[in-house]
């Protein structure tokens, strides 16, 4: 069975190598404007707007400050689509197994303080390694608790 997480990681996989990509300095709108030769007057009749409004548009754009509708009406207007997408750094599982093993290694040493004390310390690396490995796939099926402070 497909987890949820491998299904949005499979579907950003394709989005990954577009997360590098450095936006143009003058920003995206600027630059597709230029490249089809459209001046900031036309882009505005096209919009519906004043000139003056495409230029603050713009600078917004370069200040990342421009709205979602704002990049949406100026990219339809440009004959293109905004791109939306939040792409992980590293893999969701990967990072969902990490912070699994954090929390895991946390609470093992916990329990190994206190049978220590007792004399009873896990000393044995592959017990160890067993116990972290079922407390992080116990720990995963509740993600949600992954995010509380410990």
């Known amino acids: 069975m497909v987890t949820h997480y491998e299904q949005l990681d499979h579907q950003l996989a394709n989005l990954r190598p577009l997360a590098n990509t450095p936006r143009p300095a003058r920003g995206w709108v600027r630059a597709i404007r230029n490249t089809l030769g459209m001046t900031t007057k036309q882009l505005a009749a096209r919009m519906g707007v004043s000139q003056p409004r495409i230029v603050t548009l713009e600078k917004a754009e370069v200040d990342r400050t421009i709205t979602l509708e704002s990049l949406e009406r100026a990219a339809e207007a440009l004959g293109c689509r905004v791109v939306y997408a939040l792409i992980p750094e590293k893999p969701l599982g990967e990072t969902l197994k990490e912070r ?9 040493a916990t329990v190994d303080q206190t049978m220590r004390l007792e004399s009873q310390g896990v000393t044995n690396g592959k017990i160890r390694n067993d116990l972290r490995n079922r407390l992080a796939e116990n720990i995963l099926r509740h993600p949600a608790r992954l995010w509380d402070k410990m």
């Open 100 to 108: 699994a093993n954090q929390i895991a290694d946390q609470q093992l």
